[in-house]
């Protein structure tokens, strides 16, 4: 069975980086688009960055300049390469990507430290 997978979380202080991966495990399935949405504790998820099957990506106003979401062709998997890390970004990221149909992954945690 097909599984989508986030690794990349962490802890980092303030103004530091971290990149998350998304990938498709089990097979060999392209991920043909993804997006990345987060949640903070005590409130709703929110989208924070997209990649299309053409590449376009778009973002969310608060992370963009400052967020960069990729493809790993070699590796079948989405980066969001994350700079300039904020307390407010602290949340569960989680990867929803599209595979033969859209399916989400478990989540990833971020922790960024004031």
């Known amino acids: 069975q097909v599984q989508v997978v986030e690794s990349g979380g962490g802890l980092v202080q303030a103004g530091g980086s971290l990149r998350l991966s998304c990938a498709a495990s089990?097979?060999?399935?392209?991920?043909?688009?993804a997006n990345w949405y987060r949640q903070a504790p005590g409130k709703q998820r929110e989208f924070a960055a997209g990649?299309?099957?053409?590449?376009?990506?778009n973002y969310a106003e608060s992370v963009k300049g400052r967020f960069t979401i990729s493809r790993d062709n070699a590796q079948n998997t989405v980066l969001l390469q994350m700079n300039i890390l904020k307390h407010e970004d602290t949340a569960v990221y989680s990867c929803h990507a599209l595979l033969g149909s859209w399916q989400w992954g478990q989540g990833t945690q971020v922790t960024v430290s004031s």
């Open positions: 089990g097979s060999c399935s392209r991920i043909y688009a």
């Open positions: 990649i299309t099957s053409s590449d376009n990506t």
